[in-house]
Nanobody, 126 residues
Framework: QVQLVESGGGLVQAGGSLKLSCTSSGRAFSAYPRAWFRQAPGKEREFVGAINRSGGSTSYADSVKGRFTISRDNAKNVVYLQMNSLKPEDTAVYYC???????????????????WGQGTQVTVSS
């Protein structure tokens, strides 16, 4: 069974940076498209960004565009989320997910993903 483990979360001041990692076990899914979602207290889970199987195509939510960057290292089965210029409103639990499909356009809704990590907390203080 494939498992995802996120790491790299923590407490940072506004304007700071964090880099999250999402490591998968199971070589079969190492090249599937991946996404990052986040969920703040009292809010629904929302799309942050996604990356295709090769890493050549990415998609971002408007709220993080220009500040967050997704990348991947398929040889290491790792997907990263580099977060710069963090704002208090970025505070949330961040989840990594694997796409249901290998090909096609990047999906921005959570029903397009069927393997999820346990999440990592990101807290941005003002």
């Amino acid at each position: 069974q494939v498992q995802l483990v996120e790491s790299g979360g923590g407490l940072v001041q506004a304007g700071g940076s964090l880099k999250l990692s999402c490591t998968s076990s199971g070589r079969a899914f190492s090249a599937y498209p991946r996404a990052w979602f986040r969920q703040a207290p009292g809010k629904e889970r929302e799309f942050v960004g996604a990356i295709n199987r090769s890493g050549g195509s990415t998609s971002y939510a408007d709220s993080v565009k220009g500040r967050f960057t997704i990348s991947r290292d398929n040889a290491k089965n790792v997907v990263y989320l580099q977060m710069n210029s963090l704002k208090p409103e970025d505070t949330a639990v961040y989840y990594c997910a694997i796409s249901k499909t290998l090909w096609g356009a990047l999906t921005t809704t959570d029903d397009g993903y069927d393997v999820w990590g346990q999440g990592t907390q990101v807290t941005v203080s003002s």
